[in-house]
């Protein structure tokens, strides 16, 4: 899959901005740095060197290389990494005149490939490092970064040894049937295995809580025709995402965009006003997407027009969202006077029994607030305590964070039960067998000896540069 014998360079860090890092490894790193940077590196010594980097005839630039040698690097081999401050094209032309006498563009993830195939990481970890490169929030980067530090190895080496002593007592005890010798009761074995078969189903239930932070949580922005949902939907993304009219029915679609906030990023999204019946087949097809939309959301703001005086309708509406965590959100409060507002929340506040935000997307008033308050609501429903029962909390807080893993424990666990079984009915040797099923699921988390097309699919998720 990978040719370890090649030089490979890429970007590695984002395409944006003007800061840039240029990654080189391979057994031909230093040759091919020496010919772009200078001062020329006669005597190769680890470290950072100050210097410039040569694009092309006419162009010049301040650069830093950081220079790491083998087997002292994220790769294992010779790694280079040349930081600099220039256009992305610039950053191109740089790595073009790298890739040069039989080196190569990196594959998605290979500088990462590269660290797992040469012993510096584990399998685990390697997953871990693009869990930290895609994670959207501070949850997700937590997960990620307890799987890197090798948490997720230490437990899953811990239950793999203790799966193997378990199973040794019991071959021995096959070994010797014929003999007054037992190694372990079939009570003891049985005793054991509910113990490891407990840990594993806590990484199992750590893992609830980290799966609702592994992908954008949806916010949708919901309401009665003309509640000043889109404009609202605008002022939060600070850009016109969805057309703003007085007339009602204006949204027919489902509209979202990216919302990033202190400690998550959420996709925020707008859909038709609810009605309560339906015209036209228009009408309806608007309001199933909506329906469908606001059900797969993890928090609904729930809008109510500030200029109203009848929210009879509204209330109707309110009825049809049940079971969904949500903010209510008084909108277009800069067309009342402030005692008229006073009054207007103050009856809101009795017909709609819960904690009311004032807003206006025309003078911006409230809508920093409502970013916090939408930023609190996500985090504390993705929080582990709050997404599990304490009795199904793993004690050190680790949870599994690819669907790779998950698989893997949920099928030792199904073999341990299965030996458990065996041992129940006095089947030693098939308990044997599926204690020896169950070790392999386990070891397959980190293992060494994998297949390829495997590692394949694992490294594709990468960018490339990682």
């Known amino acids: 899959m990978y040719q370890l014998n090649d030089t490979i360079a890429a970007v590695s860090s984002p395409t944006l901005g003007q800061r840039a890092i240029v990654r080189v490894t391979g057994p031909k790193t230093i040759e091919k740095v020496s010919r772009i940077f200078s001062p020329p590196i006669t005597k190769a010594k680890p470290g950072i060197i100050s210097g410039i980097v040569t694009v092309d005839d006419e162009l010049k630039i301040d650069a830093k290389l950081y220079l790491f040698l083998a087997p002292h690097s994220y790769t294992g081999e010779t790694l280079a990494e040349i930081h600099i401050h220039t256009s992305p094209a610039v950053t191109q032309t740089l790595v073009s005149n790298l890739l040069t006498d039989g080196s190569r563009t990196a594959e998605p993830g290979e500088f990462t490939a590269r660290a797992y195939l040469n012993g510096k990481i584990d399998l685990a970890q390697a997953e871990a490092v693009a869990e930290i490169v895609a994670s959207s929030n501070k949850f997700q980067l937590a997960a990620a970064e307890k799987l890197l530090s090798g948490r997720l190895s230490e437990t899953t080496n811990q239950v793999s040894s203790a799966l193997m002593d378990c199973l040794s007592l019991i071959e021995a005890g096959l070994d010797f049937s014929g003999e007054d010798i037992e190694f372990i009761t079939g009570a003891e074995a049985i005793q054991r295995l509910e113990q490891i078969k407990q840990q594993l189903q806590q990484l199992l239930s750590g893992s609830i809580s980290y799966e609702a932070v592994i992908d954008l949580p949806a916010v949708g922005i919901a309401g009665a025709p003309n509640a000043g949902k889109s404009s609202l939907l605008n002022k939060l993304l600070k850009e016109q995402r969805s057309i703003v009219s007085e007339e009602r029915k204006t949204t027919r679609d489902v509209l979202a965009g990216e919302l990033s906030m202190k400690h998550c990023k959420v996709v925020l999204f707008d859909c038709a006003g609810l009605i309560l019946i339906t015209e036209n087949i228009l009408d309806e097809l608007a309001q199933q997407a909506a329906t469908e939309a606001l059900q797969n959301s993890t928090v609904v703001l729930f809008c109510l027009d500030a200029s109203k005086t009848d929210y009879t309708e509204d209330i109707a509406i309110r009825k049809l969202i049940d079971n969904k965590e949500m903010i209510l959100v008084v909108t277009k409060t800069d067309l009342l006077t402030e005692k008229a507002l006073t009054e207007r929340l103050a009856e809101l506040k009795k017909l709609f029994p819960a904690d009311i935000l004032a807003t206006s997307a025309k003078t911006g008033t409230g809508i920093e607030q409502l970013r916090e308050t939408i930023d609190k609501k996500v985090m504390s429903m993705s929080l582990a305590p709050s997404a599990l029962p304490s009795s199904q909390i793993s004690p050190d807080g680790l949870g599994l964070t690819t669907v790779r893993h998950e698989r893997a424990v949920t099928e030792a666990v199904e ?39 495997i590692l394949a699919n694992i490294f594709q998720r990468f960018c490339i540069g990682k």
């Open 415 to 453: 073999h341990i039960s299965e030996s458990i079984s065996e041992l129940k009915s006095d089947n030693e040797e098939v308990a044997a067998m599926m204690l020896r099923a169950a070790h392999q699921a386990i070891s397959s988390i980190e293992q060494e000896s994998i297949d390829e097309q």
